[in-house]
């Protein structure tokens, strides 16, 4: 249990060690649930991650993770001299707050965009393209290559390179060589 400054009951973090979601996934979703079911009030100070690391009895990098996620979700802010808090207007309480009005432009993109898509970039077609011609010259090259013979390169490697090598080493080291 967390025991917070501004708030009449105690935030209750429970972690299941056990499971298979993370610690840190664990810790951020039940103080977003607070927050957003408004247990923890906006502008309640939170414990530095030092001090719920602590009481929860888990790594400090892990409450710090958390800690960031809640702060890039906008649910908390961090300050050196303040501390941290819930942020005054949570982002996810805003946006459950304000339903999107019956003429948004969500709705009407989707309803421009419910039927089928008439020019996709990268998709062809189907009705215009050539798939009879296409799998007659496909197989046409797996044929060739099935019945070309396997030739294997040169192990000692790309004779253009081997002529280079032993031109280097006959200027630079004085070595001669063939290639």
Same mark, same amino acid.
């Given at each position: 249990? /967390? @025991? !917070?400054?501004?708030?009449?009951?105690? *935030?209750?973090?429970? &972690? %299941? #060690?056990?499971?298979?979601?993370?610690?840190?996934?664990?810790? $951020?979703?039940?103080?977003?649930?607070?927050?957003?079911?408004?247990?923890?009030?906006?502008?309640? #100070?939170?414990?530095?991650?030092?001090?719920?690391?602590?009481?929860?009895? /888990?790594?400090?990098?892990?409450?710090?993770?958390? @800690?960031?996620? &809640?702060?890039?979700?906008?649910?908390?802010? =961090?300050?050196?001299?303040?501390?941290?808090?819930?942020?005054?207007?949570?982002?996810?309480?805003? #946006?459950?707050? !304000?339903?999107? %009005?019956?003429?948004?432009? &969500?709705? #009407? @993109? &989707?309803?421009?965009? =419910?039927?089928?898509?008439?020019?996709?970039?990268?998709?062809?077609?189907?009705?215009?393209?050539? =798939?009879?011609?296409?799998? $007659?010259?496909?197989? !046409?090259?797996?044929?060739?290559?099935?019945?070309?013979?396997?030739?294997?390169? %040169?192990? $000692?490697?790309? *004779?253009? *390179?081997? $002529?280079?090598? =032993?031109?280097?080493?006959? /200027?630079?080291?004085?070595?001669?060589?063939?290639?």
């Amino acid at each position: 249990m /967390v @025991y !917070q400054e501004s708030m009449s009951e105690p *935030l209750k973090l429970e &972690l %299941d #060690r056990s499971a298979k979601t993370p610690l840190t996934e664990q810790i $951020r979703k039940d103080i977003s649930t607070a927050i957003e079911s408004g247990v923890l009030a906006p502008g309640a #100070r939170l414990p530095s991650w030092l001090d719920l690391a602590a009481q929860l009895g /888990v790594a400090r990098g892990t409450v710090r993770t958390a @800690y960031e996620k &809640l702060s890039a979700g906008q649910l908390i802010v =961090a300050s050196r001299a303040g501390g941290t808090r819930v942020a005054d207007r949570p982002a996810a309480i805003a #946006r459950v707050e !304000q339903p999107p %009005d019956p003429g948004s432009f &969500l709705e #009407r @993109y &989707l309803e421009m965009t =419910a039927g089928p898509a008439i020019f996709q970039m990268g998709v062809p077609a189907l009705e215009t393209f050539p =798939a009879t011609l296409f799998a $007659r010259i496909r197989s !046409q090259a797996v044929r060739a290559e099935s019945s070309a013979p396997a030739i294997y390169p %040169d192990p $000692r490697g790309e *004779l253009d *390179l081997r $002529r280079e090598i =032993a031109g280097y080493l006959a /200027v630079a080291r004085g070595i001669e060589c063939s290639p």
